[in-house]
């Protein structure tokens, strides 16, 4: 911290008794013009970086309370433990992975590029001293800061579906290589300016493919290896609901996500130079509020036509996949849109939850009808209000990314399961990870209803 | 999300060697000097405006762990679908009630108007193109984020008085007519320009009367039509104590909503384009500041003197009774007017939390102390501290908006109560609202002390 | 609030037709470019304020987390609190003790001063009216609502390692000296640019040692004056593991501490006017969560390695250490040495709790090998990315600063002992400060174990 030039008014008198403080900057230190739009943008991606590094907070409060008791110390765990590997991953080799800016490794940006660059993240000199930076964009460090957030929240989907049953060394062996090479390998075809950008002319504004969808895949690929939860699935074909042990929790779970969503639609615009800049940026905030409205209503009223009653924690993950619906596309449709985008979003989850249980993959928080479904509807969504977007260059683009991400999830559980095994013991299950992997209940004072 | 102009220091040298990459814009792309107020201002109001929405997860979380268990999962229902359903009735109808611009149903600007314009929301087309936006204030899209989270604030106070014995649906239907018509055209006759503006020179700045006042008062007329708990006021006219089955989501909730009356109040300086206008939004932050600390400070003093024991809902609700009073007006007190003002708030809340019992009158978190009575405190207040406001004017706008809130919010509450009931069955209110409207509990893992 | 300018362009056409509304500002009203950079640093400091702010229910969560379920309201009363007094001492007289700006009460600025001034805090007048700010700098109300928020994150520092057995008020009273005269002075002597700064060029950015070995060395103090708690240790030397009854909140406590530690040391900048100064708030923001991701990590690995199983507080410690540790250079080093810094705070936890156990010190939460171990070890680290600084240097001001507030509290530790009793009586605090002490009991619906 640099010491003040400032002169509290309360002792502007006996300041006035000092003729030279030496404290004071250049009265002529004005930013020059050039560097405004630098400046505000750069901010614009710090303050929407830390609302999305606050989704971090969210997954966890929203799986923490969906989880049973016995879980929670290990949900809280992991959430923690992936937030911080994926922060380290993506600086030592995703960075520069997902934005090669012309060094591929494979492929080049004429043809747009396949695999990206292999270095570490580094950001401008302290002071810009000796850097040039370009100031028609952002400061690296705001960039990067903004850009690693994506990259957590893509591994935050993932442990939510696989929770309960999932060994803890296993699922972050998993988030460290889902957050240095399949992520940011996918997200450089389109973010990076690779083959899906520049031959499918894909359109992906903050992710519901890039992200959403490909942490609902990797989750997907996981249940399927992993199996369901002892007792989950009867043999004679009942689903046994069990319940979340805190909806506290995953209700503010949701709000922080709703909040954090501001910042990861917003900030996707990627400039706020402009006063068109920052009006589009406006558009994004109110139409992502409006899908995340809309989602949940549309759930709370359908709900209570097919099951005679509300279902909280289907109005929780309706507006959430009203967020993930709107995130393909948040800034051409207008509220109008945004609201029908939304809304099915949300009638989405009603209907796809019970299909999963039908399919008998057990999804512990709905995490792949919320950004698995929805992502991809949102991302086809995109043709209805941006005409720059094809309904052929959507399909093929999701259908590249889910391919790559199912099929190389799917071998990279298989193989970690079979070298150190995904499950705990039955009876470590049964007891719950808390107290059987960690030794340690979230809840230790109160008694549990058996 | 365009692809960044961005290169990366650590792949200076492989970008050197690419000499048209083709990304960059323009270096001449600095934002003209008379679109920078109109950037700063703008996200300003999403800042605040996000702020705000974090409001509405306060008031889900106080209002949960004051509630009793059997009780939370209806609660969260509750303040999940009232803010969406706001989201909605402000697009679809409140934002041009409130903000008519001329466009008056009855009355016009001249006059002061009574009734706005009916009209969905519209933004600004992408990009502002063929758009001549008002470089002197903000964007279309920041402005209705900011305003709509001021009417889903309003609808977030009502929950929390009628809690533990209202219907879902009844509840929800209030909502949709308070954010879609009585919020919108009250707050239309002093912030639209109407006519407590013009005739009466009522000043609110941030909405002591406008919001919170507005919201208790509806608080109010549900909670004489509703009827109280069964079982709070004994015949005999003993009080049952109903304590709060978590008090650290309560407190969780008031830092939440300390934190969002920063942009409360800050945002509605509604302009940042000079210094001084950023200056005085310092001052806003500072005395909402020290108004909330006294608020908790008073009612920490006063319960350790009056009860000999200090109340942790008491500080609570003082904090919270310190912010509504300091709404009015935060920017003219200096920061110790700004302590007197909140910390008789405080000593409001302490002193007709009991008289709220003596009348029978059933507010479960004390929204109406704090809501209606800090705001009505806090409107008087402006008085003191801005020599614009008269003592008639301030009294006289009170005196309508109460009325008109109140009288019309008594007659919808009658109307629901006919048509379709408002309470549960009383075997229902015992059993909790969870089980029994729901089915599903908050925490189904805990054994509950009978 | 003022009236908007703003016309929706769903009313367009009926403004048209509207002649003169009168509510226009002045089209020429853009910021003069000097004001610019006022107007950046003047909101950086409010949103990074803010987001210091929010610290505070970090750490009542953490705290109400980590405690027993008997003591939960106490902490959560002492955590509002605790911040509410420090709000008011930090203004009454703190501010000013910290930055006298010249007007020493002991020493000049020449010679580096030892007392500062003794005048409540004053903003700049409403609209800067007769003012004439320095423009180079910012909102005399944005410094004071930022740097408060710094003195309250001391004082809430302490009140975890003394939690489950001090009465509520001595340990107020002991907040209000803390709050409003010892860390305003020790503050004052570096960034007030006292004797540490000009004498010996003490170099500490954000406040590794100015804040938190502050708050480390009053709550050491406090743990040996006041013993630990009944049962802790037992008379065969054997330590009695009491765990926190909620690790979810301890959990959401942690990632609300890890996002404001973002205000906290980005803030702390000084300065937002240039490309230099924000580029450097990006490097600080980026630096910062990496040293808390890899004390997490490091923690994660150690008691997996030590213990055979992950330690989820620790981890949540670990990746608290790593945000004290970074708290003196955020700036200098690379993302490499941020994580070398944070991960050494890690370490630094998970040998150190044990520590304190051999030595009786009963520390609740961890706070002493969170902010003073770790913030020994971040001061100390200044050396290794920043030339301007000297090991003798940080030494001699750690000790300086350690030696003045170990023994003042220590003294006022010993003083509030004698004078009123700092624990309760051994009873009441086997039965829990809230039933004994406030009558409340946190989780009043739920059994508790035995």
């Known amino acids: ?105 494979i492929g080049a940006d004429e043809t747009g590029g396949y695999l990206g660059a292999f270095a570490i993240a580094i950001m401008e000199p302290v002071g810009l001293s000796g850097a040039e930076p370009d100031l028609t964009y952002a400061s690296v460090g705001s960039d990067f800061f903004f850009q690693l957030m994506f990259c957590a929240t893509t591994a935050s989907i ?69 199996g369901p939860r002892i007792g989950k699935f009867a043999k004679d074909g009942s689903i046994h609901p069990m319940p979340g042990s805190n909806l506290t929790l995953a209700t503010l779970g949701t709000f922080i996500l709703w909040l954090g969503w501001f ?35 549309a759930a709370l009223i359908l709900t209570q036509i097919m099951y005679g009653k509300v279902d909280l924690t289907m109005v929780l993950n309706g507006a959430l996949a009203g967020l993930v619906s709107i995130t393909a596309e948040p800034l051409t449709p207008s509220l109008f849109m945004a609201l029908i985008i939304g809304g099915i979003g ?54 590249i990314v889910g391919v790559f991400v199912f099929v190389v999830s799917l071998i990279l559980w298989t193989i970690l399961k079979g070298i150190m095994g995904l499950r705990p013991t039955e009876e470590e299950e049964m007891t719950g990870l808390d107290v059987a992997e960690l030794g340690m209940e979230a809840y230790p004072d109160f008694t549990k209803a058996s």
């Open 1 to 105: 911290m640099k010491i003040k030039s400032l002169l509290p008014l309360g002792l502007a008198a006996a300041a006035v008794l000092l003729p030279a403080m030496g404290y004071a900057q250049d009265v002529d230190d004005t930013p020059p013009m050039e560097e405004v739009g630098f400046i505000l943008t750069s901010f614009m991606f710090l303050v929407t970086g830390f609302l999305v590094f606050w989704m971090a907070a969210g997954f966890a409060m929203l799986e923490a309370g969906l989880v049973r008791s016995k879980n929670v110390t290990m949900q809280l765990t992991k959430n923690i433990a992936l937030f911080s590997l994926a922060a380290i991953m993506y600086w030592l080799v995703g960075y520069n992975l997902m934005y090669p800016l012309g060094a591929w490794s």
């Open 158 to 226: 993932v442990s939510g579906t696989l929770a309960e049953r999932i060994k803890l060394w296993p699922f972050l062996i998993f988030i460290i290589i889902l957050t240095g090479f399949i992520y940011p390998i996918q997200a450089s075809w389109k973010w990076g300016g690779g083959f899906l950008d520049s031959q499918f002319g894909f359109l992906d504004f903050a992710g519901s493919t890039v992200v959403h969808s490909v942490g609902g895949w990797a989750a997907l690929a996981g249940a399927i290896v992993l």
């Open 263 to 297: 910042g990861f639609n917003g900030g996707s615009q990627l400039y706020m130079d402009t006063a068109s800049n920052v009006a589009d940026i406006s558009r994004i905030f109110a139409n992502t509020n409006m899908a995340a409205a809309c989602g949940a209503v």
């Open 346 to 399: 949300g009638v989405i989850v009603v209907f796809t939850v019970p299909l999963l249980d039908k399919l008998k993959i057990d999804d512990v928080v709905g995490a792949i009808p919320v950004h698995l479904f929805a992502g991809i509807w949102g991302t086809i969504a995109v043709v209805l209000t941006n005409s720059d977007a094809t309904l052929g260059g959507q399909l093929i683009s999701i259908a």
